[in-house]
């Protein structure tokens, strides 16, 4: 323990040294130097004093450990990553890494924000959040509304490749402004704090966000359907109750420990999950992420983020409902000859899970190619055809 945290601390002074280093090296200017000292410090909010050496510690070993999941049954037959999240569950705070102030253009301003993409991503999916950017998640004015995106990410590795990424994650922000970036490992377990920390950050800097959509960054969305989707909600701006996708119900945590998804009960004890829906995407108004974001306070957290999201919901009294279009497990498509990726079947839906990236790219265009001709009952025969 204390071994590796001395080896922390001076990776942590390697780092400050290296950064140090990087400004003067760039910057021959003195304002020049005092910019970028201003941006970094904006970009690391508060988390280090660098001139006291005495305090200097990883931002994240702030949060200790809670010895007392030592006492749990059988605790160490667990796999390491339960083991980790029962050890640091209560740790809810994390320092922000990179942060985009002004998405919604300031909190009081960011009812003009109608549809906020929120995509749940890696640090190493430089190329899917490209593809996105380009694609379905552009940023725009459509229909008289705005459409804003924000890439939700934590840290990978450790040490030096940890922090030649993060630099990395720096230049890419710094050239798309659309990166949330918090230093906790960005690991499946760690989803629903990534989840929590993204709500934090909607509290403060866009609070008033009409509608969000909340997925993965490997779905194909149809932007365009969904703006129809969420203006066609009578009497709804925003500020009433909305949380709809594809809807998972009467299911409880899996008990097999070979699964990604295993939840054993040192984890949760009940055995059924409350609805919900499947975390590829889903679609949320801004008065039910506030109230997902209140109820967070007092839920205890489940790894599974989208399980935890329906437990939020159910604490707040709330229901998700299931909307025909959200596909997260993928598009039915009928047998036979026909091609798998005909746009005709992507025009009407307005979310699929698991696309890669080229796909997303000649998708995006067919599906706007004003010539494209399509029978109309698509939707509805893969639909009688037992999706
Ligand atoms: C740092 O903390 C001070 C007070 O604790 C606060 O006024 C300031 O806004 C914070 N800066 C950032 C970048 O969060
Ligand atoms: C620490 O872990 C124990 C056992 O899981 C749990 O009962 C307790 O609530 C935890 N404490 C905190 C602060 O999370
Ligand atoms: C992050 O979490 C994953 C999965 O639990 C683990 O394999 C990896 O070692 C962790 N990385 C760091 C730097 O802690
Ligand atoms: C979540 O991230 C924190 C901070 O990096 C780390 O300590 C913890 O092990 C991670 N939890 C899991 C389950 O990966
Ligand atoms: C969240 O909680 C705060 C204070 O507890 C309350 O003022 C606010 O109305 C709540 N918001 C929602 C959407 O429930
Ligand atoms: C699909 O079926 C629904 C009823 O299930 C119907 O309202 C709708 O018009 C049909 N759409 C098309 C394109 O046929």
Not at 40 to 58: C, H, K, W
Request: glycine share 6%; aromatic share 10%; charged share 25%.
């Amino acid at each position: 323990m204390r071994k590796k945290n001395v080896e922390m601390i001076a990776l942590f002074l390697t780092g400050v040294v290296s950064l140090f280093i990087i400004i003067n090296k760039n910057d021959a200017k003195e304002d020049n130097v005092n910019r970028k000292r201003k941006q970094t410090e904006e970009l690391l909010p508060n988390q280090t004093d660098f001139p006291s050496t005495e305090t200097l510690q990883p931002p994240s070993s702030h949060c200790q450990p809670n010895m007392s999941a030592y006492k749990l049954p059988e605790f160490s037959t667990l796999p390491d990553h339960i083991k980790d999240f029962l050890l640091y569950q209560h740790c809810k705070s994390f320092p922000m890494i990179l942060d985009v102030p002004d998405k919604c253009g300031g909190a009081q301003s960011s009812a003009d924000v109608f549809l906020l993409l929120v995509i749940k991503s890696s640090p190493e999916n430089y190329d899917r959040r490209e593809v996105l950017r380009k694609t379905w998640a552009e940023e725009r004015l459509h229909k008289g509304v705005w459409i804003r995106r924000v890439f939700i990410i934590g840290t990978s590795k450790s040490g030096f490749e940890k922090r030649r990424m993060n630099r990395l994650l720096k230049l890419e922000n710094n050239e798309n402004k659309d990166i949330l970036q918090w230093d906790f490992n960005d690991s499946f377990f760690n989803l629903t704090l990534k989840q929590i920390l993204f709500l934090e950050w909607m509290d403060r800097r866009c609070p008033n966000a009409r509608f969000l959509l909340n997925g993965d960054d490997d779905i194909f969305a149809n932007t365009f359907n969904m703006i129809e989707y969420l203006q066609g909600q009578e009497d709804n701006d925003g500020s009433r109750h909305l949380f709809t996708g594809h809807i998972i119900q009467n299911e409880g945590p899996i008990r097999k420990p070979s699964s990604k998804y295993y939840v054993p009960v040192q984890v949760q004890k009940s055995e059924s999950y409350p609805p919900y829906c499947g975390g590829g995407g889903f679609l949320l108004s801004g008065f039910t992420a506030r109230t997902i974001y209140n109820m967070s306070h007092s839920v205890i957290l489940l790894p599974i983020d989208d399980v935890y999201i329906g437990m939020c919901l159910e604490k707040a009294g709330l229901k998700p409902t299931s909307h025909f279009g959200v596909r997260t497990t993928g598009l039915n498509i009928p047998a036979g000859n026909v091609d798998k990726f005909d746009p005709c079947y992507y025009r009407e839906i307005i979310l699929v899970h698991r696309f890669l990236p080229h796909m997303i790219f000649v998708m995006w265009e067919e599906i706007q190619n004003p010539n494209l001709r399509c029978a109309k009952t698509n939707v509805n025969r893969t639909k009688e055809q037992g999706v």
